[in-house]
């Protein structure tokens, strides 16, 4: 065998081996997804006809509306999907973190009672729904969201101490990738923080990463998370009068401290300032995985206090 014949087969090794490993690597929910696709041109052979012959008598699903309530990490809830669904739709949650417990289609309302598992952050799940024999589908982002209040304990490589929290009226519903924490920074031995923040989580369901955005400087959208928290409970139908009252009184209190902040921004002297802040400070970024509510990762600071600086800690629930 050449050398060149040699390099080949040994590039087809290891294609294989990647191949393999993305195999090894799927997720449940893409599995089963991939098991009713097949079990679908199964179907469709068996009848004997083509796929477009078929669409008349399985045609494209349709989802109106996913209501799922509160969703917490270790609760098990209901899931109602609504739209319109030939008989033995079959329904993916695109989460592994959602265990579907029992199921019924009647008609076109499906129920799914789901178990979510514990320790874990915030995050959503798509929900897709496909028709049998065509394997035609249809997905709804962010159908199923789990929430709650939450508290980040980090401790870093160069002895900080950071804390994240979910605001005091952050309700359970809501988008999972636009939760806004307060975050405070602490030097080892210290009671009080040396530098506050607020960060935006997002969460990578196929990286397994919780991402914080941290803001440029302590005032940059001084409100914000509160802000955003009282317009998500604003829109909870639950509410009765007197609630509703409660919230637009606190929501009048964020906007005008959000508008004070605005105003700050403008000023040019206030973009001086986080320059400086950024070159002695400027962690703006970090990435967490989260396993079981333990904690590692890295965060990204200013040159004088490190480009990849080490994360541990642990995630806590607060509850709803």
Not at 77 to 92: A, C, I, L, N
Not at 111 to 130: F, G, L, N, Y
Not at 246 to 268: F, R, T
């Amino acid at each position: 065998m050449s050398i060149a014949t040699k390099r080949i087969a040994y590039a087809g090794v290891l294609a294989l081996g990647a191949l393999a490993m993305s195999r090894a690597a799927q997720f449940r929910f893409q599995e089963k997804e991939d098991a009713i696709r097949q079990a679908c041109r199964e179907q469709l052979q068996k009848l004997g006809i083509s796929r477009d012959a078929a669409k008349a008598r399985y045609p494209t699903p349709e989802i109106h509306m996913v209501s799922s309530g509160c969703l917490t990490p270790g609760s098990t809830g209901e899931v109602v999907v609504k739209g319109k669904f030939v008989p033995d739709t079959r329904f993916v949650f695109a989460n592994d973190n959602l265990e579907v417990v029992k199921d019924t289609l009647v008609g076109n309302e499906y129920r799914a009672t789901v178990k979510v598992a514990a320790d874990i952050a915030p995050q959503s799940a798509d929900v897709i729904a496909i028709t049998p024999v065509t394997g035609i589908s249809v997905r709804q982002i962010q159908a199923v969201v789990v929430g709650g209040r939450y508290e980040w304990n980090m401790e870093s490589a160069n002895g900080w101490t950071i804390v994240a929290r979910s605001p005091a009226n952050k309700s359970c519903g809501g988008p999972a990738a636009e939760d806004v924490y307060a975050m405070e920074f602490f030097r080892k031995g210290e009671s009080a923080a040396f530098e506050k923040r607020e960060a935006r989580l997002e969460f990578s369901l196929y990286e397994g990463l919780a991402r914080f955005s941290v803001a440029a400087s302590e005032n940059s959208l001084g409100g914000a998370a509160e802000y955003q928290a009282l317009m998500t409970k604003m829109t909870n139908p639950k509410l009765s009068s007197a609630e509703r009252e409660a919230v637009m009184k606190e929501l009048q209190k964020a906007q005008e401290q959000l508008q004070a902040s605005m105003k700050k921004i403008a000023d040019p002297a206030y973009a001086k300032s986080v320059e400086e802040q950024r070159k002695k400070f400027g962690c703006e970024r970090m990435e967490v995985k989260v396993q079981a509510g333990r904690l590692t990762g890295q965060m990204r600071c200013a040159e004088a206090v490190g480009a990849r600086v080490a994360l541990t800690g642990a995630l806590k629930f607060l509850g709803r």
